[in-house]
DNA sequence: AATTAAATTTAGACAAATCTAAAAATAATT
DNA sequence: AATTATTTTTAGATTTGTCTAAATTTAATT
């Protein structure tokens, strides 16, 4: 038996929060990535461990079982090929496809995501330029660096963001700020965090919290 | 806020037994369908009604309301245009695209449809030879004939079933009688329901029972 | 028409996933 | 170290969809 669409979205953000510290995922930081309360988190928790897909120890936090990683990349790899074929295949944009590859990432079927990568023609990359593990679990890996750590004069190319919000992604849109795009520093103030870039010839300014979400391959 | 997963079974199964009699599927019929239990269903549909996605009245039995019907004709468009990109665009096999589609057809987002449908270039018929309702929920029609019904000697062209189980189908693929195919019908016992047909130049033998959910476009 | 059979509904219970409020454990501060 | 604050867990309730068993209604038979 497979697992509900609930506890593979438990999986899925353990996973996308595991970069942090030792590995261990905090009960409040599951609540918050799911918007959901702490004490349905405890729940699940203990329904995981029960099952081996983590390991969970009472007030200490959670981290991913080799079974549990397996799953959870396995579901990153089904949301980044589906938001590959939408955008390319069926040429939605950049910043509607993150809430309709969330549901289809459930669709049970190993066929079809092998089909489906086949007919892609094995993408690395997403449209957000985030990394496609392949179907033994391992990522590619690109140089990048966030745009608020560029300094005078410096270039490169819009790769990606880290966010996956709609809201961020429509207002980076609407900025000329998509992926494939060249930029170039202009200014990049250390105290107050401000940074002034050009795309496409239009000079553009930037919080410093917008620009470390945006991932950039130096020329 | 849209339907659960659940109740969009139900109206599918309700308006797939909507053909028989004077419209009105019985609870029975629907937990047959369905596989659950007849008290499940009698829940459900109180639910659906209180809704006004079906008209029900206890002991008697139910149909859809024009809300119902609309949502379950866009579940079975949903359905059979992912079939056809299964099929089509990924080169899966006939027999073997209902089950991912039945996952497939509950995603939620119209946009996504449309392209589809504009990507796949607005198919009339599935992979089954069923016809898909266009966005206004209208059905193309073919004139088509069981092919227990054909007499020596006549030809026709398979263009769908009407079951859609794995095994029944997987059994049709095997003997090569899978849609397009040209047969030609050989003798058509009237007692014991026995056939006897070309396809591919090759004899073949077939049961009343399964050649009644062969369907045929007379040549 | 009375009785039997079949279909349908009600009653009560259960599992999954969630919530709020209160209790317990850990961390931070004075 | 003692106190306060934060985090996490427990306890108990709720919703959705399901089940079995019993009661009721409708249909079929004798």
Redesign the pocket.
């Known amino acids: 038996m497979g697992l509900?669409?609930?506890?593979e979205n438990y999986l899925k953000a353990i996973l996308k929060l595991s970069g942090v510290p030792d590995g261990l995922v905090?009960?409040?930081?599951i609540?918050a990535q799911?918007?959901?309360?702490?004490?349905?988190?405890?729940?699940?928790?203990?329904?995981l461990s029960d099952k081996d897909l983590i390991a969970?120890?009472?007030?200490?936090?959670a981290s991913l079982t080799n079974a549990g990683q397996r799953i959870a990349t396995h579901l990153v790899r089904k949301h980044r090929l589906w938001e590959v074929f939408l955008v390319q295949t069926l040429g939605m944009t950049w910043d509607e496809v993150h809430d309709i590859a969330e549901q289809l990432e459930h669709i049970q079927s190993d066929s079809l995501i092998d089909r489906l990568d086949t007919f892609l023609e094995y993408p690395k990359f997403d449209p957000h330029g985030d990394p496609i593990p392949n179907a033994e679990g391992k990522y590619s890996v690109r140089a990048q660096v966030p745009l608020s750590k560029l300094t005078e004069g410096q270039q490169g190319i819009v790769i990606g963001v880290r966010e996956d919000e709609t809201a961020f992604l429509k207002h980076l849109s609407e900025k000329g700020l998509t992926p494939g795009k060249m930029i170039r520093m202009l200014t990049n103030d250390a105290y107050d965090h401000t940074i002034r870039l050009v795309v496409d010839d239009k000079e553009l300014n930037l919080s410093g919290q917008v620009a470390s979400n945006i991932m950039i391959k130096l020329k």
Chains 1, 2 share one sequence.
């Open positions: 509900s669409y609930v506890e905090s009960t409040n930081a609540a799911l918007s959901t309360s702490a004490a349905s988190v405890t729940d699940m928790l203990k329904k969970y120890q009472r007030y200490k936090g």
